[in-house]
């Protein structure tokens, strides 16, 4: 008889994770001589298998299919919000965090890891098809906000309303992982008395970022660390405010068929992902570090966004003698990072008594390597072979990278008033793309033709990329220099190399073709 097989697999994470010190029924009132923390920690994963055989060797047709479906959509907050918090000779940390999952073994460690594989087999129709989903959309915010003149002691450090005698720390970080292996391989034509075709599908679509319900979604993972809407005193040591995104992307999608007419092993691998990193102090009246480091008040912004993804298509066709086949490889690779990465002053009044830096960088990459493979061989007099092998791959980086000073003048500014004052936006981007394409016929007694195929087209900023540094409409006080610098030092490696070989002797009527292109665009 006849075999058809399915595993399917269907996994969702929503969580919500909240530290907080807050003023839902009131402002509250934390004074500690040592730290005071509020820290939220996420670590959340999905390890999930699919797999499927579908196989008949004494009927017609063997087809095996395995889906993977995960999606992770959490919220990660920490929040000091409309309440007084003073740590005497210790540290404030404000720190929220979504992060790999360290108790796990490598490969597993991720919030996604998914693994997806079919086979089929069948003596005449043979198919295999796998697809994994991934979707990963977080909310990951550090910051201390609505604090208003609370603090009426003023013998409590002189009327602070928010202080500590060490470091204030408001931190935010993502870490999204996703590592998904999709594969397929399908056979027919053992036993087969006549044609026999096989077809092999392997697809894996991940996001970071977007919205599962709504495909074309380009809503934003949002990493936010911030003091703002403060109309109190905040006083520390020194003062760290960082925002830090390293999601990454890793896929392998192979598929393989053979057959004695017909093979086609094709896979496709389409990433993405979308971020806005955003590290700020806005609409605060009065930020003040005591420490005359240089700098005692630092604001980072990072985006690492990473995408590796490598696929292959294979097809085998070995027709009986005198008959014809026909085999063909496809890979193709669509992979895209999004991403605003922001450090600033807006509205604000910040004062250090050593220097202030702004730093914002993005060092986004891409990693492609697609292959398609196609062979058609067999012997005997007539029939023709042909094989047909493509790959190729579309890369795009875009988003934009931001340091600056922003509407803070009449009674508000910055002053560095023992240091610098320093601006960065940096982008270190970089596309490493490789395609290749080889596709192999030979016949003995007929015909044989065989094309391969291979492109590769990248760009970095082509629809929407900036790397600014400025100072607009501000106050800035510095006792030693004032530096604002933008730098872009993007980069794109491309190689695309396709292959064809065809070869035929025997009688009078055989003749073989051979073609072979690539092509890459940057």
Known sequence: GNAFGGSFAFNTIKNTVDAGITATGGSSDVNAVGTVSVLAHDTASIATLAGNVGASFSGTAGVGIALAYNNVQDTVTAVIDGSTVTAGSGDIVVDATFAEPTALPAGLDAQIAALAVSGGGGNDIAGAGSVSLNWIRNSVTARIANVGNLNTDAQRHDGDDIHAGGTLSVSASDNSTSNSITGAISVAGVGAKGASGAIGASVAYTYLGGDPGDPAST???????????????????????????????????????????????????????????????KNATNVISTNAALP??????????????????????LPKPGESGLAAGVSVAVNDTDGATKAF??????????????????????????????????????????????????????????????????????????????????????????????????????????????????????????????????????????????????????????????????????????????????
């Open 296 to 317: 005692s008040i630092r604001l980072r912004a990072d985006n690492g966004a990473a995408i590796e993804a490598y696929g292959g298509g294979a097809g085998l066709a």
């Open 345 to 522: 002053i807006e509205n604000s009044k910040v004062t250090s008594a050593g220097g202030i830096a702004l730093a914002a960088n993005t060092s986004s990459s891409i990693t492609a390597w697609t292959i398609g493979l196609a062979v058609a061989a067999g012997g005997g007099d007539g029939g023709v072979k042909g094989s047909g092998a493509g790959s190729g791959s579309g890369n795009t980086i875009n988003g934009t990278t931001e340091a600056y000073i922003l509407n803070s003048k009449g009674g508000r500014g910055v002053f560095a008033n023992g240091g610098s004052v320093s601006l960065a936006a940096s982008d270190e981007s970089r596309i490493m793309a490789v395609a290749g394409a080889l596709a192999l016929s030979g016949n003995s007694g007929g015909s044989a033709g065989s094309v391969g195929v291979s492109v590769s087209l990248n760009d970095i900023g082509e629809s929407r990329y900036g790397v600014r540094a400025f100072i607009d409409d501000s106050i800035v006080t510095a006792a030693g220099d004032v530096l604002v610098a933008a730098t872009s030092t993007a980069t794109i490696d491309s190689l695309a190399l396709g292959g064809a070989v065809a070869g035929a002797k025997g009688n009078s009527f055989s003749g073989a073709f051979a073609g072979a292109g690539a092509v890459a665009v940057n």
């Open 219 to 281: 809503a934003h993972n949002v990493v936010s660390a911030s003091i703002e809407d403060v109309t109190g005193r905040v006083r520390a040591g020194s003062i760290d405010v960082n925002a830090i995104y390293s999601g990454k992307i890793f896929s392998l999608t192979v598929a393989g068929s053979g057959a004695g007419s017909f093979a086609l092993g094709g896979s496709v691998s389409i990433n993405k992902i979308r971020n806005t990193t955003s590290a700020h102090i």
